[in-house]
């Protein structure tokens, strides 16, 4: 099966196929959402096919009976392809191909072509080429034979075609290549880490299921500007901006790529020196949508992808978003979270709290300190400006009388 289409106008008509192994309705909700990734790639879905089964095949996927139900779907709705909504192994990818005569990808195919299509920033370029390279490399033998057929569509941006088409030595190597240049990056981030803590400014990193509002609630609270739609992974590359609080205080706020559900670990490896920003923070804002139903199995996710990723032991500040598009008022409980926040990002409700909180939580860092401060130790007083909470100062006949919070550290030094 030849395809001579232009990869830019190519409209891959698609069939998604799942396994439903546990709760009732789970299946065909992570459909759903396999239904969202196939059109934010680009792709109209024409059919699904759920069967019901404790495992998947491990030659096939689906068992020989569904197998046919799949091929007449094709069939029947002209599809360009099928979307299986787990990672497919090699032998399963390449008997599929065989047995539906079509274009066969994965849940990890998709969701690597729609990063490979919003990586704007070299480190995100690198990261995307990086997990797609080392998915392929894993499928490499699988996938030699269907590469005749892929003109185009999902699963071909980034690396593409080319790339699948060197030996595995070269693939390494590239693999070698990127790892490099991504390590450089780590340095740079490391440095910028180590600038921002010599300058005492805490950091507030943004985590959540994709689509949550991560990126409206940055802009929301820092005017950043970054890109958001009601899309999944609407944005790819981390941005971080600054938030002047009410009080004077400062707090650095980092946006982070969004979780989901089987997320491919290749992602989580590439993307590890960016959701390090995760890990070094003071905060963490969790932001769920609670519009959402599957909004408990997201929380779960996003939970579940902190601990393979060991950021512990952080204050979490859970910020339940979307509150205007709840229809009636809702009880919302996260007991893993140390604070909880209604909020709709869209509309600012609930921000003035959630900023009032973000105070307090710094606030709490930090000691209260009542001093005069001798003339000639003025440059105390900068420092209180600089990297504390100076709350009055009144100049007298000993000196500057000043009432502040000072971090902890440098509490010392006052006296």
């Not at 392929?136 to 593409?160: D, H, Q, Y």
């Amino acid at each position: 099966m030849e395809y001579d289409f232009d990869d830019q106008k190519l409209q891959e008509r698609v069939v998604l196929v799942g396994i439903s192994s546990g709760e009732e309705g789970e299946g065909e909700t992570s459909l759903e959402e396999l239904a969202q990734l196939a059109e934010t790639a680009g792709a109209e879905t024409v059919g699904r096919v759920l069967q019901n089964r404790e495992s998947a095949h491990p030659a096939t996927y689906l068992g020989k009976g569904k197998l046919e139900e799949v091929k007449w779907k094709v069939w029947e709705t002209e599809a360009t392809g099928i979307i299986c909504d787990d990672e497919l192994s090699p032998a399963q990818l390449r008997n599929m191909e065989e047995a539906l005569e079509t274009k066969v990808m994965d849940r990890t195919m998709v969701i690597l072509d729609i990063f490979a299509s919003r990586a704007n920033t070299k480190e995100g370029k690198i990261q995307v080429e990086l997990a797609q390279l080392r998915f392929l490399a894993v499928r490499l033998a699988g996938m030699r034979k269907s590469l005749s057929r892929l003109g185009g569509g999902i699963g071909t941006r980034g690396p593409g075609e080319t790339k699948l088409e060197t030996d595995r030595r070269r693939l390494h190597a590239r693999i070698g290549q990127l790892k490099a240049e991504l390590g450089e990056v780590k340095r740079h981030r490391q440095v910028a880490r180590q600038q921002r803590s010599k300058n005492q400014i805490p950091v507030a990193a943004i985590v959540g299921y994709t689509n949550a509002g991560k990126s409206t609630l940055l802009n929301q609270l820092t005017d950043a500007g970054s890109l958001a739609e009601d899309k999944l992974f609407a944005t790819l590359d981390p941005i971080t901006r600054n938030l002047r609080l009410k009080d004077g205080q400062e707090l650095l706020v980092t946006d982070t790529v969004g979780f989901i559900r089987k997320l491919p670990h290749h992602l989580v490896e590439a993307f590890r020196s960016t959701l390090e920003e995760a890990r070094h923070s003071d905060i963490i804002l969790h932001v769920a949508d609670c519009s959402n139903p599957q909004m408990e199995m997201q929380m779960y996710v996003v939970y579940e992808t902190l601990r393979q990723l060991q950021i512990q032991d952080k204050v979490i500040v859970t910020v339940f978003n979307k509150a205007d598009k709840l229809l009636e008022e809702t009880a919302l409980r996260d007991f893993s979270s140390d604070y909880q926040v209604k909020v709709s990002a869209k509309t600012g409700e609930g921000l003035d709290e959630l900023k009032e909180i973000l105070a307090g939580i710094l606030r709490s860092r930090r000691v209260y300190l009542e001093k005069v401060i001798p003339y000639q130790e003025g440059g105390k007083l900068q420092v209180i400006r600089k990297k504390g909470q100076l709350l009055s100062e009144e100049y007298t006949e000993e000196g500057i009388a000043v009432k502040a919070y000072v971090p902890a550290e440098l509490f010392a030094m006052f006296f």
